[in-house]
Each structure stands twice: as C-alpha cells, then as structure tokens.
C-alpha cells in the first residue's frame, strides 16, 4: 500500500489510457520510479548502515533534545530552500500555465512530452553537451599546464599564481564583458582591430554559429580556469619528491615522470575538478551565455531551430520569465537537466571515482 502511495504521488495520481502516448506512459514509470527510490533508498542505505549494538560507540547528549535543537536550523534550511521549492517545482511542472497569470491547467506529463518532440530543445540539448565538453577537457587541461609551470620553483612564484587565479574571483558575467570588448564587430573589439591590421579581416565572432560557440567557450574557460589552478597546484605540491627522484634514477625522463608518477597522484584532484567542472558547465554558463549572445546566432529560418548557443540554463530561463512564458514547460526542463547533472555525477563516481586511490 505505501509503495503504491509513494508511486501515485509522484504524478499527482495521473492514469494512462489507452489513448495516452507511448512516450508519456514511458516517462511517467520512470518518474514514479524514481520518486520511489529517492523514498526508499535512504531509509535502505540507513537501515544497512547500522552497526550492531556491540559495536556502535557510546554517547549522549545531556539533554534529551539537544540533538534535535542543534539539527534544527540545518534542517528547517533544507526544507525551506530546498525540499519545498524542490516539490513545487516538480508539481508546476505537471501544470499549463503562463507567466506571470496565476491560472493553472493540470496536464500531468505533457509538458514533459511536449520538450522531447521539441526540436528547438532537441539542438538544445545537442549545444549543452557540445559545449560542455569543451569547456571541461579546455579549462582541465589548460589549468594543469599553468599549474606544472606555475609550480616552478622561480623568484615570485607566489604572485604569479595570485594574478593566474583572479579570473575565478570575477563574476560570470564581467569575465564575459572582458571577452564582448575583446570580440566586439565592426572594428572596434581588439581581436578584430587586430586580425583587420594584419590580415584585413574582421571575422562575425556573435553572428556565425560556430564562432559563438567558441567565443562562449573561450569565456567560459577562462572564467573557471583560476579554479581549476588553485587545486592541480595544490595538487602538485603534494605529489612526493622521492617518488619523481626514484623515476629519473631508474631512467625516466621528465615527461615519462610526469605522465607515470605526476599525473597518476593528481588522480583525486582530477576527479574532484571533473565533477564540478561538469556541473559548472551545465548551470554557471547563463551569465556568459547571456552577455555575448543571449543565446543566438538563430539556427534555421527565423530561428526556428533555436540559437546556436541556446544552452539549456538559458533556454530555461528564458521560458520561466519573459511575458508569457510556459513557465510549466521550464519548471519540466528544471527537472530534465537536474536529472541529466543528476545522472552524470553518478556516472562519474560509479565509473572513475571508484578506481581512485586516496592519501599518498
């Protein structure tokens, strides 16, 4: 009975007729699913993890409700910010309306439906990943070359690394100011002031699909570049001398000590910088996105394929707030791309974290 509760309560008690498409049927057995496990699986991972009274530690409080007080805020935060805006996010998701009217039309999944037969959130989807991915693999792997050079031991280290990590102490949207004055058209950006005295051309960095693209990813790297520096060179302060010194004694040379002795021990940091990096990519973008191209250039005639840097943080937005907006439709793509990071984030510990080795 209570399984059957939890289930019917994820989709408000939606019923699937024969009538109903295949895809909606589909999405809401994994929604009810989902909302199962997300019940049940703590109360299970709880119940396995208690120890047996001969090996639980002893303890007390001197007040029966001393706990319960010093759990109180930490608690009533969560289900203030969280637990209930994450409820009724879901529930408006399961409703037609337009904002800003208050009127609302049950719908049960439709608005779900309706997003995976979308073409425009279909490329969407498409420019997240994309993007993405560059940003990930650009920001690690420059982060990890600045580091090894900023690890050197030169006069004025310490002030190189300070100017090297201040673009992670600006905001998203004033590091993509800096990149709008760098890439402006018509002559008067400095990349095109440049590229028209020396090569006579001034390409449309905002205006063609590709360049956009790359102008959102350079920003978005450089943004988070400082972040990633400050833990790979924490990372290769830790990384035991005796180790590289027992290397180069046994004949590697410098590159063969980085890649099998170096890189190996940055194993954690890495893990650590994929992760958030990824989530970073997926949801801290907006104000980048939202300074260079407002998620432009259009794609297809007048747009009808979307932008081309139409992430999914900013296509979102854009359907929650601006005048009629299908604000249903946006709180649906706000559970869509929690559950994508959701899944990612899973991914990435089942599959790399667990092949990790921590301490030295």
Known sequence: MAGAQITAAATQHCTYTAEAAAAEVILGIFLT????????????TLLLGRRRVDQAESGYFRSRWL???????????LIVFLYYPSVQMFNLSLMARRFPIRTERFVCLGNYVSLINDVIYQNSLLTTFLITIFVV?????????????????????????????????????????????????????????VLDLTLGVQPAWLRDAMLARLVVVFAAIWNILGFNIIFYVAGLQNVPRDLQEAAAIDGANRVQRFFRVVLPMLAPYTFFLLVTNVTYAFYGIYGAIDMLTQGGPPLGAAGQLGGATNMLIYKLYEDAFRPG???????AQAVYLFSIVAVLTVLQFRTIERNITYGG
């Not at 699913?33 to 299970?44: F, G, I, K, R, S």
């Not at 007080?69 to 009533?76: I, Q």
């Not at 900023?150 to 100017?163: E, H």
């Open 137 to 193: 693999a650009g920001s690690m792997v420059t982060a990890l070359a600045i580091a090894v050079l900023a690890s050197q031991k030169v006069r004025g280290a310490g002030v190189y690394r300070t100017l090297l990590i201040f673009p992670f102490a600006l905001s998203p949207v004033v590091s993509a100011a800096v990149f709008q004055a760098m890439f402006r058209e018509g002559g008067s950006g400095l990349i095109n002031y």
């Open 325 to 331: 907006a299908p604000i249903g439709s946006a709180a």
């Open 33 to 44: 699913v989902l909302t199962a496990l997300a019940v049940l699986l703590p109360l299970w």
């Open 67 to 77: 706990g319960y007080v010093l759990l109180a805020p930490s608690l009533l935060s």
